[in-house]
């Protein structure tokens, strides 16, 4: 007979989850006057925080979102020519001058590898002209991230009065930049030889499983750090603003993660449940006390369509009945027994 497949369209709802108490990592080492999150990058969920939404300097972190701006929106093989504004740019530089040429690629691995704050400007300027420009771009670009309470007024980080984020917001920026191939290449880069740059974080050599981000210090700002590190599948981003032992602090806080939280697999793609074929793999980070709360919720419209592309039901995920995941079951084909 035919028999109508269906399948969960892909896109899912993700709720990020308040962390329980019982996974909460020590606060020993953490600053009173900083802040601190950790969050699953698949997913978003927010496994840790501390002062999460105080906003606060990011110093050269800022730049994390410079990069994936410019390797979002330009051909990173395009030579451009150094502007005089971003020469002698105050601060961290890789010493560019005035009408030399580099790729925007060059430009991108001397502003994270090196911190480039020159690399910054220029990177900025042929991007959106003014440095005003690109700075409206960054607040607006980082709310589309999921950064919802940061203002940007540089590419770089420099001290600026209007340049604030938190914790979270700098977590959520850094979470999506992870899941860009060429963002992830460049920051986990130890050595970019064509240019005999070294890579400034010490937590790629430090750090099982680390995949970068970046570094960040004014005298205004503290010390700050965000690290990106993979193990058994997870990504995982933690970050810490105005932190003086900021690798020991990240290497805790990204332990702590990997050691509370594993991802799990409560939608794998290609599997068929009560006649409907799913297509849709979806992953969340759980405690081993959460994998056994997670309940899957079928829900099917009867008589049950046979119509291609007509909406056959709905497939809800649920944590403590918090919805993680819902989308509808669709009839995708027909297939005969």
């Given at each position: 007979?035919?028999?109508?497949?269906?399948?969960?369209?892909?896109?899912?709802?993700?709720?990020?989850?308040?962390?329980?108490?019982?996974?909460?990592?020590?606060?020993?080492?953490?600053s009173l006057?900083?802040?601190?999150?950790?969050?699953?990058?698949?997913?978003?969920?927010?496994?840790?925080?501390?002062?999460?939404?105080r906003?606060?300097?990011?110093?050269?972190?800022?730049?994390?979102?410079?990069?994936?701006?410019?390797?979002?929106?330009?051909?990173?093989?395009?030579?451009i020519?150094?502007p005089?504004?971003?020469?002698?740019?105050?601060?961290?530089?890789?010493?560019?001058?005035?009408?030399?040429?580099?790729?925007?690629?060059?430009?991108?691995?001397?502003?994270?590898?090196?911190?480039?704050?020159?690399?910054?400007?220029?990177?900025?300027?042929?991007?959106?002209?003014?440095?005003?420009?690109?700075?409206?771009?960054?607040?607006?670009?980082?709310?589309?991230?999921?950064?919802?309470?940061?203002?940007?007024?540089?590419?770089?980080?420099?001290?600026?009065?209007?340049?604030?984020?938190?914790?979270?917001?700098?977590?959520?920026?850094?979470?999506?930049?992870?899941?860009?191939?060429?963002?992830?290449?460049?920051?986990?880069?130890?050595?970019?030889?064509?240019?005999?740059?070294?890579?400034?974080?010490?937590?790629?050599?430090?750090?099982?499983?680390?995949?970068?981000?970046?570094?960040?210090?004014?005298?205004?700002?503290?010390?700050?750090?965000?690290?990106?590190?993979?193990?058994?599948?997870?990504?995982?981003?933690s970050?810490?603003?105005?932190?003086?032992?900021?690798?020991?602090?990240?290497?805790?806080?990204?332990?702590?993660?990997?050691?509370?939280?594993?991802?799990?697999?409560?939608?794998?793609?290609?599997?068929?449940?009560?006649?409907?074929?799913?297509?849709?793999?979806?992953?969340?980070?759980?405690?081993?006390?959460?994998?056994?709360?997670?309940?899957?919720?079928?829900?099917?419209?009867?008589?049950?369509?046979?119509?291609?592309?007509?909406?056959?039901?709905?497939?809800?995920?649920?944590?403590?009945?918090?919805?993680?995941?819902?989308?509808?079951?669709?009839?995708?084909?027909?297939?005969?027994?």
């Amino acid at each position: 007979m035919n028999k109508p497949v269906c399948c969960v369209a892909a896109a899912a709802l993700l709720f990020l989850a308040i962390i329980p108490v019982h996974a909460r990592v020590s606060a020993e080492g953490a600053s009173l006057s900083g802040a601190e999150c950790v969050v699953e990058v698949s997913s978003r969920r927010v496994l840790h925080t501390e002062n999460a939404e105080r906003r606060l300097p990011i110093a050269s972190t800022t730049k994390i979102l410079t990069a994936i701006i410019i390797i979002e929106d330009c051909d990173l093989t395009e030579t451009i020519e150094i502007p005089a504004e971003a020469a002698g740019t105050e601060g961290s530089s890789i010493y560019l001058r005035a009408g030399e040429r580099y790729t925007i690629e060059e430009l991108l691995y001397g502003l994270m590898l090196r911190s480039g704050n020159d690399a910054a400007v220029a990177l900025a300027l042929h991007h959106s002209g003014s440095i005003r420009a690109f700075a409206q771009e960054m607040t607006e670009r980082a709310v589309f991230y999921g950064a919802t309470d940061s203002a940007f007024a540089n590419p770089h980080g420099l001290p600026a009065e209007d340049h604030r984020t938190t914790a979270r917001d700098l977590a959520l920026i850094a979470a999506h930049a992870m899941e860009n191939d060429t963002f992830r290449t460049i920051v986990s880069t130890k050595y970019y030889s064509p240019r005999n740059w070294a890579n400034k974080n010490k937590m790629l050599a430090q750090y099982e499983g680390a995949a970068g981000i970046k570094t960040g210090f004014t005298t205004e700002a503290g010390r700050c750090l965000v690290t990106g590190a993979e193990r058994e599948g997870m990504t995982v981003v933690s970050v810490v603003l105005n932190c003086p032992s900021m690798y020991e602090r990240s290497a805790a806080l990204l332990d702590h993660a990997f050691e509370a939280y594993s991802l799990t697999q409560l939608c794998s793609q290609d599997e068929t449940v009560d006649g409907c074929k799913i297509r849709y793999h979806f992953s969340y980070p759980l405690t081993d006390r959460e994998q056994a709360q997670v309940e899957r919720r079928l829900t099917f419209i009867e008589p049950r369509p046979e119509t291609a592309g007509e909406i056959a039901g709905q497939m809800q995920i649920l944590l403590e009945n918090r919805l993680l995941f819902s989308q509808n079951l669709y009839i995708m084909e027909q297939t005969n027994e």
